[in-house]
């Protein structure tokens, strides 16, 4: 019989990202652009170890924009299996709410990460972000839209 020390150090350990819809007044959805990779992303990035999704979500919106938002709601849940090189994992998207002017000019994008950030309608968001985004883009805009939070596996409701 092993310890349930040596039993939890065996169980195996999965990636984790969130991400954030927030709007602007006019409901477009911010966007960034990574230097490290091709297309855009919403705010957020990956789960460090001992960090909550909605902790490592605040601390990346801190790091890259210096914005603090306090009231983050869970929309989505996505599983995505392994794919070539990339392991499984989980990500989480959260709902932000709408930012005021005052806080869309007090953002400072930080550039060791970031090239650029926008605010875009829904269509042009599908054009520019990267495609494991946009496939749970739908859902993650009506679960925003009903109040709810949606599980989805690959982008997929199940």
């Not at 819809?21 to 960034?32: A, D, P, S, T």
């Not at 983050?72 to 990500?91: I, R, S, T």
């Not at 806080?103 to 494991?132: H, R, W």
């Amino acid at each position: 019989m092993i310890s349930p020390e040596e039993f939890y150090q065996a169980l195996p350990t999965k990636r984790g990202a969130a991400g954030v819809i927030l709007f602007n007044n006019k409901k477009q959805i911010l966007i960034v652009k990574p230097n490290y990779r091709d297309g855009w992303l919403l705010p957020g990035g990956s789960i460090d170890e001992n960090e909550s999704p909605r902790q490592a979500l605040q601390r990346e919106i801190k790091e890259e924009l210096d914005l603090h938002v306090d009231k983050l709601q869970l929309v989505c849940v996505d599983y995505k299996v392994k794919h070539d090189y990339k392991p499984e994992g989980y990500f989480f998207i959260f709902y932000g709410g709408k930012l005021s002017n005052k806080e869309i000019k007090s953002i400072t994008l930080q550039t060791d990460e970031l090239t650029e950030m926008k605010f875009v309608d829904e269509t042009e968001a599908k054009g520019k972000l990267m495609p494991g985004i946009v496939n749970r883009l739908d859902e993650v805009m009506s679960a925003i839209k009903n109040d709810k939070a949606v599980y989805l596996e690959n982008g997929q409701e199940v």
